[in-house]
């Protein structure tokens, strides 16, 4: 019996199409981080933290993930 040849054109595709997304969302980070996430300052409250601190536990799950690191360590 023969096998035949995989075709992964649209897994492929599905790929590109999220790593393209990911890295759009990566750049405007980046650019919201070097405005220091659009605050001044004088105007930094606890408000500003928690929600740094949001961001950054959320980036922390998906780091973590990728790296297989904290919960995610092997």
Do not use: Q
Not at 37 to 48: A, M, Q, S
């Amino acid at each position: 019996m023969t096998r035949r040849a995989t075709d992964n054109t649209k897994a492929l595709d599905a790929f590109i199409a999220a790593k393209t997304e990911i890295d759009a969302m990566l750049e405007r980070l980046a650019a919201l981080s070097a405005d220091h996430f659009e605050t001044h300052p004088d105007e930094i409250n606890w408000g500003h933290v928690g929600t740094l601190n949001h961001y950054c536990a959320k980036l922390r799950e998906i780091t973590d993930m990728a790296f297989s690191e904290g919960e995610h360590a092997e």
